[in-house]
């Protein structure tokens, strides 16, 4: 006869079995309730490294900068001021004081020029309150003509983001508000009278039918100016801008206005400077 397999009975695990048997290695966790949901995270995974931050002062910090701007704060090549703004409270400080003050609104008396300054209070990350502040002017010669109608706007945005500028010591970098396509000569750089202050000046003498030659000739005669200018254009800047406020005071004191300087001649831009 064979022998009778026996089945061992399955025992009762006890502490000392237990202890015996090798357990798997577990790696360190702790739960996070947040806002009702539990996150489990491994306590054992190193903390990512934080991205080293060139210093203000070095070659690295205006590209570093630059390489945090967002797609939409940039426009063609230069920082937006909503870029400018953001990337400040990143890696600068809390903004705690923004302030405009306009120093010269635009008028005929000053040739439409607007002038602007901001004023920027930054809590600096090392707990030290700096102030920066930038200026900015806005006239025809440099502003996009499209936008000339909002001068004191368009300055207060040049001025800010000038302000930022300075804060974030960028090197070789302008702001896309600081950018015009301008022709040159339309700036008043070459040194003479631009387009838009003569299309002011036939506006004025149109409506209040001035004879703009006649009117050139007068104000030289009364300011002593012996100098020929030659064709309309050639009018220096600064005397272009003078003529628009001349022109300006007979509209505004049409009774003072001397009776041989009436007769507005449309074709006056063909007929050049007589003396």
Not at 103 to 121: D, R, T, Y
Not at 195 to 218: E, G, P, T
Request: aromatic fraction near 6%.
């Amino acid at each position: 006869m064979g022998r009778k397999k026996t089945t061992a009975e399955p025992q009762e695990p006890t502490a000392e079995l237990l202890g015996s048997l090798p357990l798997p290695e577990m790696a360190p966790i702790a739960a996070i309730v947040q806002n009702g949901q539990t996150t489990i995270v491994r306590m054992d995974e190193p903390e990512p490294t934080a991205e080293p931050v060139p210093d203000v002062d070095s070659v690295d910090w205006t590209p570093f900068i630059m390489g945090k701007l967002l797609e939409d704060e940039v426009y063609e090549g230069s920082p937006t001021l909503e870029g400018l703004r953001r990337v400040t409270g990143l890696y600068l400080g809390d903004v705690v004081e923004s302030i405009t003050r306009v120093a010269q609104a635009p008028s005929p008396m000053n040739g439409w020029q607007s002038c602007v300054e901001h004023h920027l209070v930054i809590d600096c990350k090392d707990g030290k309150l700096r102030r920066y502040s930038g200026a900015a002017d806005v006239y025809d010669g440099n502003t996009d003509k499209a936008f000339l109608r909002f001068s004191t706007a368009v300055c207060e945005s040049r001025a800010e983001s000038r302000a930022y500028r300075r804060a974030l010591k960028l090197r070789n970098v302008v702001a896309a508000e600081e950018v015009a396509a301008v022709p040159m000569m339309d700036s008043g750089v070459e040194g003479f009278v631009n387009s838009h202050q003569l299309n002011v000046i036939n506006q004025i003498a149109s409506r209040c039918d001035i004879n703009v030659l006649k009117a050139m000739k007068w104000y030289k005669d009364k300011n002593g100016i012996k100098e020929n200018w030659g064709a309309i254009n050639r009018i220096p800047y600064q005397h272009g801008i003078r003529l628009v406020q001349t022109i300006n005071e007979f509209q505004r004191l049409p009774n003072q206005v001397e009776p041989e300087l009436l007769g507005y001649d449309s074709d006056w831009r063909s007929g050049g400077d007589k003396k």
